[in-house]
Protein backbone atom coordinates (compact mmCIF):
# COMPACT_ATOMS: atom_id res chain seq x y z
CA UNK A 1 0.00 0.00 0.00
CA UNK A 2 2.77 2.29 0.85
CA UNK A 3 5.03 1.75 -2.65
CA UNK A 4 1.72 2.13 -3.97
CA UNK A 5 0.53 5.35 -2.59
CA UNK A 6 4.31 6.74 -3.58
CA UNK A 7 3.75 5.80 -7.26
CA UNK A 8 0.39 7.62 -6.83
CA UNK A 9 2.74 10.45 -5.35
CA UNK A 10 5.30 10.80 -8.18
CA UNK A 11 2.71 10.09 -10.79
CA UNK A 12 1.65 13.77 -11.57
CA UNK A 13 5.42 15.10 -12.09
CA UNK A 14 6.32 12.46 -14.69
CA UNK A 15 2.93 13.02 -16.51
CA UNK A 16 3.73 16.50 -16.36
CA UNK A 17 6.75 16.21 -18.03
CA UNK A 18 5.76 13.84 -20.66
CA UNK A 19 3.13 15.78 -21.37
CA UNK A 20 5.65 19.16 -21.72
CA UNK A 21 8.06 16.57 -23.48
CA UNK A 22 5.13 15.09 -26.39
CA UNK A 23 4.01 18.75 -26.49
CA UNK A 24 7.05 19.72 -27.34
CA UNK A 25 7.65 17.31 -30.21
CA UNK A 26 4.20 17.78 -31.49
CA UNK A 27 4.45 21.74 -31.72
CA UNK A 28 8.12 22.64 -31.12
CA UNK A 29 8.65 23.51 -34.88
CA UNK A 30 5.94 26.09 -34.53
CA UNK A 31 7.06 27.25 -31.36
CA UNK A 32 10.44 27.95 -32.98
CA UNK A 33 8.78 29.42 -36.00
CA UNK A 34 6.71 31.69 -33.87
CA UNK A 35 10.03 32.73 -32.16
CA UNK A 36 12.10 33.32 -34.78
CA UNK A 37 9.72 34.92 -36.76
CA UNK A 38 8.66 37.14 -34.08
CA UNK A 39 12.24 38.03 -33.62
CA UNK A 40 13.23 38.39 -37.58
CA UNK A 41 10.28 40.84 -38.08
CA UNK A 42 11.48 42.57 -35.15
CA UNK A 43 15.16 43.36 -36.34
CA UNK A 44 13.62 44.33 -39.63
CA UNK A 45 10.54 46.38 -38.56
CA UNK A 46 12.67 48.40 -35.31
CA UNK A 47 13.38 51.79 -36.19
CA UNK A 48 12.62 51.48 -39.77
CA UNK A 49 10.28 54.50 -40.01
CA UNK A 50 13.17 56.33 -38.17
CA UNK A 51 15.90 55.40 -40.50
CA UNK A 52 17.00 58.12 -43.22
CA UNK A 53 17.53 56.89 -46.77
CA UNK A 54 21.55 56.46 -47.64
CA UNK A 55 24.06 56.33 -50.43
CA UNK A 56 22.78 53.33 -52.53
CA UNK A 57 19.10 53.85 -51.69
CA UNK A 58 19.54 56.74 -53.77
CA UNK A 59 20.42 55.44 -57.14
CA UNK A 60 16.52 54.35 -58.47
CA UNK A 61 15.09 57.14 -57.17
CA UNK A 62 17.10 60.02 -59.17
CA UNK A 63 17.26 57.23 -62.00
CA UNK A 64 13.14 57.05 -62.10
CA UNK A 65 12.80 61.29 -62.35
CA UNK A 66 14.42 60.79 -65.54
CA UNK A 67 12.33 59.03 -67.41
CA UNK A 68 9.05 57.48 -68.12
CA UNK A 69 7.50 54.94 -66.17
CA UNK A 70 7.37 52.14 -69.78
CA UNK A 71 10.46 52.85 -70.19
CA UNK A 72 12.01 52.17 -66.45
CA UNK A 73 9.75 48.56 -66.57
CA UNK A 74 12.45 47.34 -68.75
CA UNK A 75 15.71 49.51 -68.54
CA UNK A 76 18.03 49.69 -66.13
CA UNK A 77 21.85 50.94 -65.61
CA UNK A 78 24.78 49.84 -63.74
CA UNK A 79 23.73 51.50 -60.44
CA UNK A 80 19.61 51.88 -60.91
CA UNK A 81 20.11 47.97 -61.25
CA UNK A 82 16.17 46.86 -61.23
CA UNK A 83 13.67 47.66 -63.28
CA UNK A 84 10.78 46.68 -60.73
CA UNK A 85 12.07 49.21 -58.16
CA UNK A 86 12.84 52.12 -60.65
CA UNK A 87 9.47 51.70 -62.08
CA UNK A 88 7.91 51.60 -58.41
CA UNK A 89 9.61 54.57 -57.59
CA UNK A 90 8.23 56.59 -60.55
CA UNK A 91 4.62 55.22 -59.36
CA UNK A 92 5.09 56.24 -55.68
CA UNK A 93 6.74 60.22 -56.71
CA UNK A 94 3.32 60.13 -59.21
CA UNK A 95 0.67 59.12 -56.94
CA UNK A 96 1.04 59.42 -52.68
CA UNK A 97 4.45 60.45 -53.11
CA UNK A 98 7.90 59.20 -51.52
CA UNK A 99 7.84 58.41 -47.59
CA UNK A 100 10.59 56.01 -45.64
CA UNK A 101 8.34 53.45 -45.16
CA UNK A 102 6.23 53.15 -48.42
CA UNK A 103 9.60 53.11 -50.78
CA UNK A 104 11.42 49.78 -48.56
CA UNK A 105 7.67 48.12 -48.60
CA UNK A 106 9.10 45.83 -52.03
CA UNK A 107 12.08 44.90 -50.00
CA UNK A 108 10.44 44.52 -46.72
CA UNK A 109 7.52 42.78 -47.72
CA UNK A 110 9.69 39.78 -48.83
CA UNK A 111 11.78 39.61 -46.39
CA UNK A 112 9.28 39.16 -43.87
CA UNK A 113 7.34 36.52 -45.84
CA UNK A 114 11.03 34.74 -46.06
CA UNK A 115 10.86 34.23 -42.40
CA UNK A 116 7.92 31.80 -42.50
CA UNK A 117 7.81 30.74 -46.59
CA UNK A 118 11.75 29.14 -46.42
CA UNK A 119 11.95 27.71 -43.68
CA UNK A 120 8.61 25.72 -44.83
CA UNK A 121 10.49 24.71 -47.76
CA UNK A 122 13.36 23.88 -45.96
CA UNK A 123 10.86 21.64 -43.52
CA UNK A 124 9.44 19.91 -46.65
CA UNK A 125 13.00 18.65 -47.89
CA UNK A 126 15.35 18.66 -44.88
CA UNK A 127 12.93 17.55 -41.72
CA UNK A 128 11.88 20.00 -38.95
CA UNK A 129 15.23 19.95 -36.85
CA UNK A 130 17.47 21.29 -40.06
CA UNK A 131 14.33 23.76 -40.27
CA UNK A 132 14.20 24.52 -36.92
CA UNK A 133 17.79 25.44 -37.08
CA UNK A 134 17.58 27.45 -40.39
CA UNK A 135 15.11 29.28 -38.81
CA UNK A 136 17.45 30.83 -36.48
CA UNK A 137 20.15 31.56 -38.83
CA UNK A 138 17.85 33.19 -40.89
CA UNK A 139 15.91 35.50 -38.60
CA UNK A 140 19.44 36.81 -37.15
CA UNK A 141 21.12 37.30 -40.50
CA UNK A 142 22.68 40.42 -40.84
CA UNK A 143 22.93 40.60 -44.75
CA UNK A 144 19.51 39.32 -45.10
CA UNK A 145 17.86 41.91 -41.93
CA UNK A 146 19.99 44.73 -43.78
CA UNK A 147 18.73 44.10 -47.17
CA UNK A 148 14.98 43.91 -45.76
CA UNK A 149 15.50 47.34 -44.59
CA UNK A 150 16.59 49.03 -47.60
CA UNK A 151 15.71 50.29 -50.71
CA UNK A 152 17.46 47.59 -53.01
CA UNK A 153 16.75 44.55 -54.88
CA UNK A 154 18.40 42.17 -52.88
CA UNK A 155 15.71 40.85 -49.98
CA UNK A 156 13.00 40.12 -52.84
CA UNK A 157 16.09 38.16 -55.19
CA UNK A 158 16.60 35.67 -52.31
CA UNK A 159 12.88 35.14 -51.34
CA UNK A 160 12.09 34.87 -54.74
CA UNK A 161 15.44 33.09 -56.12
CA UNK A 162 15.47 30.13 -52.88
CA UNK A 163 11.43 29.53 -53.90
CA UNK A 164 12.30 29.22 -56.97
CA UNK A 165 14.99 26.34 -56.52
CA UNK A 166 13.15 24.64 -53.72
CA UNK A 167 9.85 24.41 -56.18
CA UNK A 168 11.66 23.19 -58.95
CA UNK A 169 13.47 20.25 -56.88
CA UNK A 170 10.08 19.73 -55.52
CA UNK A 171 8.34 19.22 -58.54
CA UNK A 172 10.90 17.09 -60.05
CA UNK A 173 11.01 14.62 -57.00
CA UNK A 174 6.97 14.71 -56.12
CA UNK A 175 5.44 16.10 -60.08
CA UNK A 176 3.29 18.14 -58.48
CA UNK A 177 2.53 20.74 -60.81
CA UNK A 178 1.78 23.39 -58.45
CA UNK A 179 5.27 23.71 -57.83
CA UNK A 180 6.17 24.06 -61.41
CA UNK A 181 3.53 27.16 -61.52
CA UNK A 182 5.60 28.64 -58.26
CA UNK A 183 8.60 28.08 -60.32
CA UNK A 184 8.40 29.60 -63.08
CA UNK A 185 6.45 32.55 -61.55
CA UNK A 186 9.26 33.02 -58.96
CA UNK A 187 12.37 32.56 -61.21
CA UNK A 188 10.87 34.83 -63.22
CA UNK A 189 10.50 37.64 -60.15
CA UNK A 190 14.11 36.63 -59.63
CA UNK A 191 14.84 37.65 -62.49
CA UNK A 192 13.28 40.44 -63.26
CA UNK A 193 14.94 41.78 -59.50
CA UNK A 194 18.44 41.17 -60.46
CA UNK A 195 20.01 39.22 -63.87
CA UNK A 196 22.27 37.39 -61.58
CA UNK A 197 19.30 34.94 -60.34
CA UNK A 198 19.58 33.22 -63.64
CA UNK A 199 22.57 30.91 -62.26
CA UNK A 200 20.34 29.77 -59.22
CA UNK A 201 17.22 29.31 -61.20
CA UNK A 202 19.09 27.17 -63.95
CA UNK A 203 20.74 25.10 -61.42
CA UNK A 204 18.13 22.64 -60.71
CA UNK A 205 18.04 21.88 -64.33
CA UNK A 206 22.02 21.65 -64.66
CA UNK A 207 21.99 19.81 -61.54
CA UNK A 208 18.95 17.26 -62.92
CA UNK A 209 21.07 17.03 -66.54
CA UNK A 210 24.20 15.57 -64.39
CA UNK A 211 22.24 13.29 -62.49
CA UNK A 212 20.58 12.22 -66.23
CA UNK A 213 24.14 11.68 -67.75
CA UNK A 214 25.08 9.94 -64.70
CA UNK A 215 22.60 6.95 -65.01
CA UNK A 216 22.86 7.13 -68.28
CA UNK A 217 26.86 6.62 -68.57
CA UNK A 218 27.59 5.31 -65.11
CA UNK A 219 24.42 3.44 -63.89
CA UNK A 220 23.15 2.48 -67.52
CA UNK A 221 19.58 3.55 -66.21
CA UNK A 222 17.27 5.49 -68.85
CA UNK A 223 16.62 8.11 -65.80
CA UNK A 224 17.31 9.07 -62.84
CA UNK A 225 15.56 7.36 -60.03
CA UNK A 226 14.52 10.40 -58.15
CA UNK A 227 13.05 12.68 -60.77
CA UNK A 228 9.39 11.97 -61.46
CA UNK A 229 8.52 14.27 -64.11
CA UNK A 230 9.30 12.33 -67.16
CA UNK A 231 12.20 14.09 -69.48
CA UNK A 232 9.39 16.00 -71.77
CA UNK A 233 8.35 18.15 -69.31
CA UNK A 234 11.54 18.62 -67.50
CA UNK A 235 12.97 19.82 -70.80
CA UNK A 236 10.07 22.12 -71.37
CA UNK A 237 10.00 23.87 -68.24
CA UNK A 238 13.53 24.75 -68.00
CA UNK A 239 13.34 26.07 -71.88
CA UNK A 240 10.44 27.94 -70.44
CA UNK A 241 12.80 29.46 -67.80
CA UNK A 242 15.63 29.86 -70.48
CA UNK A 243 13.42 31.96 -72.29
CA UNK A 244 12.52 34.41 -69.69
CA UNK A 245 16.34 34.95 -69.18
CA UNK A 246 16.46 35.83 -72.58
CA UNK A 247 13.77 38.35 -72.36
CA UNK A 248 15.00 39.40 -69.00
CA UNK A 249 18.28 40.20 -68.64
CA UNK A 250 20.01 43.06 -69.99
CA UNK A 251 23.28 42.00 -71.51
CA UNK A 252 24.69 45.46 -71.78
CA UNK A 253 23.76 46.25 -68.05
CA UNK A 254 25.89 43.07 -67.14
CA UNK A 255 28.94 43.93 -69.47
CA UNK A 256 28.53 47.28 -67.39
CA UNK A 257 29.28 45.25 -64.27
CA UNK A 258 32.40 43.83 -65.39
CA UNK A 259 35.89 46.10 -64.30
CA UNK A 260 38.95 44.19 -64.67
CA UNK A 261 41.00 46.72 -61.98
CA UNK A 262 38.63 44.84 -58.74
CA UNK A 263 39.40 41.34 -58.11
CA UNK A 264 38.31 39.10 -54.90
CA UNK A 265 41.94 39.21 -51.96
CA UNK A 266 42.18 37.74 -48.93
CA UNK A 267 40.84 40.30 -46.68
CA UNK A 268 37.97 40.37 -49.04
CA UNK A 269 36.96 36.70 -48.38
CA UNK A 270 37.76 36.80 -44.88
CA UNK A 271 35.28 39.63 -44.32
CA UNK A 272 32.52 38.21 -46.76
CA UNK A 273 32.83 35.03 -44.33
CA UNK A 274 31.85 37.19 -41.42
CA UNK A 275 29.01 38.82 -43.19
CA UNK A 276 27.71 34.88 -44.62
CA UNK A 277 27.82 33.60 -41.18
CA UNK A 278 26.53 36.56 -39.01
CA UNK A 279 29.40 37.64 -36.66
CA UNK A 280 32.38 39.60 -36.59
CA UNK A 281 34.52 36.61 -34.79
CA UNK A 282 36.49 34.81 -37.25
CA UNK A 283 36.95 32.16 -35.05
CA UNK A 284 33.36 31.60 -34.88
CA UNK A 285 32.73 32.43 -38.61
CA UNK A 286 35.50 29.11 -39.28
CA UNK A 287 33.40 27.09 -36.90
CA UNK A 288 30.15 27.53 -38.95
CA UNK A 289 31.88 27.45 -42.01
CA UNK A 290 33.70 23.88 -41.19
CA UNK A 291 29.52 22.64 -40.06
CA UNK A 292 28.43 23.84 -43.12
CA UNK A 293 30.95 21.88 -45.29
CA UNK A 294 29.86 18.67 -43.52
CA UNK A 295 26.74 19.28 -43.72
CA UNK A 296 26.87 19.60 -47.68
CA UNK A 297 28.68 16.34 -47.32
CA UNK A 298 25.93 14.78 -45.18
CA UNK A 299 23.51 16.05 -47.91
CA UNK A 300 24.76 14.46 -50.46
CA UNK A 301 25.01 11.12 -49.03
CA UNK A 302 21.21 11.69 -47.94
CA UNK A 303 19.85 12.85 -51.13
CA UNK A 304 22.01 13.14 -54.46
CA UNK A 305 19.51 15.54 -56.16
CA UNK A 306 19.75 17.88 -53.26
CA UNK A 307 23.34 17.95 -52.85
CA UNK A 308 24.49 17.88 -56.43
CA UNK A 309 21.86 20.77 -56.46
CA UNK A 310 23.85 22.74 -53.44
CA UNK A 311 27.27 21.83 -55.34
CA UNK A 312 26.58 23.25 -58.79
CA UNK A 313 25.01 26.51 -57.37
CA UNK A 314 28.16 27.20 -55.19
CA UNK A 315 29.98 26.02 -58.31
CA UNK A 316 28.67 28.10 -60.85
CA UNK A 317 28.39 30.98 -58.97
CA UNK A 318 31.68 31.07 -57.71
CA UNK A 319 32.67 30.45 -61.59
CA UNK A 320 30.51 33.66 -62.36
CA UNK A 321 32.94 35.39 -59.90
CA UNK A 322 35.92 34.77 -61.46
CA UNK A 323 35.10 34.86 -65.30
CA UNK A 324 32.80 38.18 -64.77
CA UNK A 325 35.39 39.78 -62.89
CA UNK A 326 32.76 42.43 -61.80
CA UNK A 327 32.83 45.87 -60.41
CA UNK A 328 33.99 46.46 -57.10
CA UNK A 329 34.44 42.77 -56.22
CA UNK A 330 37.24 43.75 -53.73
CA UNK A 331 34.51 44.94 -51.45
CA UNK A 332 33.74 42.25 -49.00
CA UNK A 333 29.23 43.78 -49.26
CA UNK A 334 29.19 43.44 -53.11
CA UNK A 335 30.90 40.12 -53.69
CA UNK A 336 28.41 38.75 -50.80
CA UNK A 337 25.69 40.51 -52.84
CA UNK A 338 26.68 38.78 -56.41
CA UNK A 339 26.46 35.51 -54.51
CA UNK A 340 23.41 36.02 -52.39
CA UNK A 341 21.54 33.24 -52.81
CA UNK A 342 24.53 31.21 -51.13
CA UNK A 343 23.54 32.95 -48.04
CA UNK A 344 20.53 31.18 -46.95
CA UNK A 345 21.58 27.97 -48.67
CA UNK A 346 24.70 27.80 -46.38
CA UNK A 347 22.25 28.11 -43.45
CA UNK A 348 20.81 25.13 -44.89
CA UNK A 349 23.61 23.22 -44.91
CA UNK A 350 25.25 24.90 -41.78
CA UNK A 351 22.00 23.64 -40.12
CA UNK A 352 22.26 20.14 -41.50
CA UNK A 353 25.65 19.76 -40.17
CA UNK A 354 24.92 21.14 -36.71
CA UNK A 355 21.86 18.98 -36.80
CA UNK A 356 24.47 15.92 -37.37
CA UNK A 357 26.05 16.84 -34.42
CA UNK A 358 23.73 17.40 -31.83
CA UNK A 359 22.32 13.80 -32.85
CA UNK A 360 25.38 12.25 -33.01
CA UNK A 361 25.76 13.55 -29.08
CA UNK A 362 22.38 12.60 -28.15
CA UNK A 363 23.54 8.87 -29.02
CA UNK A 364 26.22 8.61 -26.45
CA UNK A 365 25.14 6.51 -24.20
CA UNK A 366 27.18 9.42 -21.49
CA UNK A 367 24.92 11.55 -22.95
CA UNK A 368 21.73 9.87 -21.32
CA UNK A 369 23.03 11.00 -17.73
CA UNK A 370 21.40 14.02 -15.78
CA UNK A 371 24.59 15.82 -15.70
CA UNK A 372 25.85 15.04 -19.05
CA UNK A 373 22.46 16.58 -20.30
CA UNK A 374 22.95 19.69 -18.62
CA UNK A 375 26.38 20.55 -19.07
CA UNK A 376 25.57 20.04 -22.83
CA UNK A 377 22.36 22.18 -22.51
CA UNK A 378 24.79 24.71 -20.64
CA UNK A 379 27.42 24.46 -23.24
CA UNK A 380 25.01 25.21 -26.37
CA UNK A 381 23.35 28.04 -24.36
CA UNK A 382 26.78 29.31 -24.15
CA UNK A 383 28.04 28.72 -27.68
CA UNK A 384 24.95 29.83 -29.42
CA UNK A 385 24.79 33.48 -27.05
CA UNK A 386 28.52 34.07 -27.55
CA UNK A 387 27.58 33.85 -31.42
CA UNK A 388 24.58 35.94 -30.68
CA UNK A 389 26.91 38.55 -28.70
CA UNK A 390 29.50 38.61 -31.88
CA UNK A 391 26.37 39.53 -34.29
CA UNK A 392 26.92 42.85 -35.66
CA UNK A 393 23.42 43.75 -36.03
CA UNK A 394 23.42 45.42 -32.24
CA UNK A 395 25.59 48.34 -34.14
CA UNK A 396 23.04 49.04 -36.84
CA UNK A 397 20.41 50.55 -34.48
CA UNK A 398 20.92 54.21 -32.70
CA UNK A 399 17.88 55.24 -31.18
CA UNK A 400 16.07 58.12 -31.92
CA UNK A 401 16.80 58.05 -35.63
CA UNK A 402 18.75 55.09 -37.55
CA UNK A 403 21.37 55.70 -40.27
CA UNK A 404 22.18 52.01 -40.77
CA UNK A 405 24.54 51.55 -43.96
CA UNK A 406 27.37 50.86 -44.52
CA UNK A 407 29.80 52.41 -42.33
CA UNK A 408 27.34 51.36 -39.51
CA UNK A 409 28.69 47.68 -40.08
CA UNK A 410 27.51 46.23 -42.94
CA UNK A 411 30.64 46.83 -45.82
CA UNK A 412 32.99 45.04 -44.18
CA UNK A 413 30.94 42.51 -41.79
CA UNK A 414 32.36 44.55 -39.44
CA UNK A 415 31.15 47.87 -37.21
CA UNK A 416 33.71 50.31 -38.10
CA UNK A 417 33.85 52.51 -34.40
CA UNK A 418 34.19 55.64 -33.49
CA UNK A 419 37.61 56.66 -33.52
CA UNK A 420 39.10 56.00 -36.46
CA UNK A 421 37.39 55.85 -39.94
CA UNK A 422 37.86 52.81 -41.46
CA UNK A 423 39.31 52.09 -45.02
CA UNK A 424 36.47 52.13 -47.22
CA UNK A 425 36.66 51.17 -51.34
CA UNK A 426 34.11 53.33 -52.22
CA UNK A 427 35.64 56.35 -49.89
CA UNK A 428 37.57 59.10 -51.34
CA UNK A 429 40.78 57.77 -51.98
CA UNK A 430 39.80 54.69 -50.70
CA UNK A 431 42.04 55.61 -47.53
CA UNK A 432 41.66 55.32 -43.81
CA UNK A 433 41.54 59.09 -42.15
CA UNK A 434 41.69 60.03 -38.46
CA UNK A 435 38.33 60.43 -36.24
CA UNK A 436 35.55 63.60 -37.40
CA UNK A 437 36.07 66.78 -35.94
CA UNK A 438 33.37 67.44 -33.74
CA UNK A 439 31.93 70.76 -33.35
CA UNK A 440 32.34 72.08 -30.18
CA UNK A 441 28.46 73.48 -30.77
CA UNK A 442 27.27 69.72 -30.57
CA UNK A 443 29.60 68.77 -27.69
CA UNK A 444 27.66 71.79 -25.64
CA UNK A 445 24.22 71.27 -26.86
CA UNK A 446 21.56 72.56 -24.31
CA UNK A 447 19.85 69.58 -21.92
CA UNK A 448 16.91 70.68 -23.78
CA UNK A 449 17.53 69.74 -27.15
CA UNK A 450 15.61 66.76 -28.61
CA UNK A 451 15.72 67.27 -32.19
CA UNK A 452 17.91 68.95 -34.77
CA UNK A 453 17.94 69.72 -38.27
CA UNK A 454 21.10 68.94 -40.08
CA UNK A 455 21.43 70.47 -43.69
CA UNK A 456 22.85 69.30 -46.33
CA UNK A 457 23.53 65.21 -46.71
CA UNK A 458 25.34 64.00 -49.28
CA UNK A 459 23.93 61.22 -51.30
CA UNK A 460 27.28 59.29 -51.41
CA UNK A 461 27.62 59.11 -47.54
CA UNK A 462 29.24 56.04 -47.50
CA UNK A 463 30.89 57.34 -43.64
CA UNK A 464 27.32 58.46 -42.72
CA UNK A 465 28.72 61.97 -41.04
CA UNK A 466 25.07 62.21 -38.82
CA UNK A 467 25.77 59.01 -37.62
CA UNK A 468 29.16 60.09 -36.36
CA UNK A 469 27.55 62.86 -35.45
CA UNK A 470 25.12 61.72 -33.61
CA UNK A 471 26.76 58.98 -31.39
CA UNK A 472 28.25 62.40 -29.38
CA UNK A 473 24.86 64.30 -29.11
CA UNK A 474 22.11 61.61 -29.08
CA UNK A 475 19.40 63.26 -30.58
CA UNK A 476 17.25 63.34 -33.18
CA UNK A 477 18.03 63.93 -36.22
CA UNK A 478 16.14 65.42 -39.46
CA UNK A 479 17.93 65.94 -42.90
CA UNK A 480 17.25 69.59 -44.63
CA UNK A 481 17.49 69.58 -48.47
CA UNK A 482 16.22 72.49 -50.70
CA UNK A 483 15.84 72.81 -54.47
CA UNK A 484 19.16 74.51 -55.08
CA UNK A 485 21.97 73.15 -56.61
CA UNK A 486 24.98 74.67 -58.57
CA UNK A 487 24.09 72.90 -61.91
CA UNK A 488 21.98 69.66 -62.82
CA UNK A 489 23.96 66.74 -64.36
CA UNK A 490 23.50 65.65 -67.68
CA UNK A 491 22.01 62.20 -67.43
CA UNK A 492 21.09 60.98 -63.63
CA UNK A 493 22.29 56.97 -64.47
CA UNK A 494 24.08 57.26 -61.58
CA UNK A 495 25.30 59.01 -58.35
CA UNK A 496 28.24 61.10 -58.22
CA UNK A 497 29.59 61.43 -54.91
CA UNK A 498 29.34 64.98 -54.59
CA UNK A 499 25.55 64.92 -55.20
CA UNK A 500 23.36 66.18 -53.01
CA UNK A 501 20.02 65.71 -51.48
CA UNK A 502 18.76 68.92 -53.18
CA UNK A 503 19.26 67.33 -56.84
CA UNK A 504 16.81 64.79 -56.08
CA UNK A 505 14.41 66.88 -54.68
CA UNK A 506 14.95 69.32 -57.81
CA UNK A 507 14.67 66.31 -60.70
CA UNK A 508 11.22 65.46 -58.28
CA UNK A 509 10.15 68.78 -59.38
CA UNK A 510 6.88 68.42 -57.13
CA UNK A 511 7.14 69.48 -53.93
CA UNK A 512 4.35 67.36 -52.33
CA UNK A 513 5.38 63.97 -53.43
CA UNK A 514 8.58 64.22 -50.95
CA UNK A 515 6.79 63.27 -47.70
CA UNK A 516 10.12 61.83 -45.83
CA UNK A 517 10.09 61.65 -42.10
CA UNK A 518 13.14 62.45 -41.65
CA UNK A 519 13.55 65.12 -44.23
CA UNK A 520 12.45 68.63 -44.09
CA UNK A 521 12.93 71.64 -47.12
CA UNK A 522 14.63 73.85 -44.95
CA UNK A 523 13.31 76.83 -47.29
CA UNK A 524 9.97 75.97 -45.91
CA UNK A 525 9.69 77.94 -42.83
CA UNK A 526 5.83 76.52 -41.98
CA UNK A 527 7.33 72.57 -42.46
CA UNK A 528 10.47 73.38 -40.41
CA UNK A 529 8.10 74.66 -37.51
CA UNK A 530 5.78 71.71 -38.01
CA UNK A 531 9.28 69.53 -37.08
CA UNK A 532 9.44 71.44 -33.38
CA UNK A 533 13.22 71.13 -34.01
CA UNK A 534 15.41 73.31 -31.53
CA UNK A 535 18.25 73.94 -34.33
CA UNK A 536 19.01 74.46 -37.62
CA UNK A 537 22.60 73.68 -38.42
CA UNK A 538 24.03 74.59 -42.06
CA UNK A 539 27.34 73.01 -42.67
CA UNK A 540 29.22 75.31 -45.20
CA UNK A 541 31.14 72.21 -46.43
CA UNK A 542 30.49 68.81 -44.94
CA UNK A 543 33.15 66.73 -46.61
CA UNK A 544 35.75 68.91 -46.32
CA UNK A 545 34.89 69.58 -42.21
CA UNK A 546 34.54 66.06 -41.86
CA UNK A 547 38.09 64.69 -43.27
CA UNK A 548 41.32 65.98 -43.19
CA UNK A 549 41.73 70.08 -44.85
CA UNK A 550 44.53 68.98 -45.95
CA UNK A 551 43.21 67.19 -49.02
CA UNK A 552 42.17 69.85 -51.03
CA UNK A 553 40.08 67.76 -52.99
CA UNK A 554 37.92 66.68 -50.55
CA UNK A 555 35.49 69.26 -51.22
CA UNK A 556 31.86 69.35 -51.67
CA UNK A 557 30.64 72.98 -50.88
CA UNK A 558 27.09 73.09 -49.80
CA UNK A 559 24.87 73.97 -52.48
CA UNK A 560 22.69 77.40 -52.07
CA UNK A 561 24.20 78.63 -48.65
CA UNK A 562 23.93 82.13 -48.80
CA UNK A 563 20.93 81.69 -49.92
CA UNK A 564 19.55 79.19 -46.74
CA UNK A 565 21.52 81.55 -44.41
CA UNK A 566 19.60 84.80 -45.47
CA UNK A 567 16.32 82.74 -45.42
CA UNK A 568 17.23 81.76 -41.62
CA UNK A 569 18.55 85.15 -40.71
CA UNK A 570 15.18 86.23 -41.62
CA UNK A 571 12.88 83.88 -40.30
CA UNK A 572 14.67 82.54 -37.31
CA UNK A 573 16.91 85.73 -36.39
CA UNK A 574 20.61 85.99 -35.46
CA UNK A 575 22.45 82.69 -35.33
CA UNK A 576 23.29 81.60 -31.76
CA UNK A 577 26.57 79.89 -33.15
CA UNK A 578 28.88 80.33 -36.02
CA UNK A 579 32.60 79.08 -36.95
CA UNK A 580 34.29 78.11 -40.31
CA UNK A 581 32.67 75.03 -40.31
CA UNK A 582 28.74 75.45 -39.30
CA UNK A 583 26.35 78.30 -38.87
CA UNK A 584 23.21 77.32 -36.11
CA UNK A 585 19.92 78.81 -35.75
CA UNK A 586 17.91 78.57 -32.76
CA UNK A 587 14.68 77.64 -34.31
CA UNK A 588 12.41 77.43 -30.90
CA UNK A 589 13.18 81.20 -30.29
CA UNK A 590 11.92 82.59 -33.66
CA UNK A 591 9.23 84.89 -33.73
CA UNK A 592 5.46 83.41 -34.46
CA UNK A 593 4.75 86.45 -36.12
CA UNK A 594 7.56 85.25 -38.60
CA UNK A 595 4.59 82.24 -39.92
CA UNK A 596 1.62 84.52 -39.62
CA UNK A 597 3.62 87.01 -42.27
CA UNK A 598 4.51 84.10 -44.68
CA UNK A 599 0.91 82.65 -44.41
CA UNK A 600 -0.25 85.99 -45.51
Avoid at 147 to 171: D, K, N, Q
Avoid at 429 to 454: D, K, V
Wanted: aromatic share 12%.
Amino acid sequence: MESQSRRINNAPPQNHQMTIQNTFRRHGFIIIMVICTFIGAFLRLYLLKDQVLLDDEWHGLFYATAHPFLYLLRYVTLDANCAPLNAYAWALLHSVGWSELTLRLPSLIPGLLALVILPLLVRRIHGTIVASLFAVFFACSPFLTFYSRIFRPYSALVFFEFTAIYAAGIWLHTGKERYRLVYLLTSTAALYFHPVAVIGIMTPWAASFGLWLRSKVILNASRPPELQPDSHSIILTAALAAAVVVVTVQPGVVFEHISPQHSVTIETLKQSLLILFGTTNLAVASALMLLCLAGLGILLKQSIFWGTLFVTAALLHFLMIEIGNFWSLDVPIVLVRYLAILVPLSHVCTAIGLSFCVAALARLSTFQHPATRVSTLVMTILIGGYWMSTNPLKYAYAAPNNFTNHSAFIEQGRFGGWDLLYPSRFAPRFASFGPPQISAFYRNLPPRTRLLIEYPMLLGDHYNYYYFFQHHHRRRIIIGYTDKVAEMPPTRDWINPDFFVNHVARAAEDEGSIRFRNMVNILDAEAVRRTNADFLICHRDLLGEFLPKSEPHLSAPTPGIQECIEHSFKHYGIPVFDDENIIVFDLSKSPSSTFGQQQE
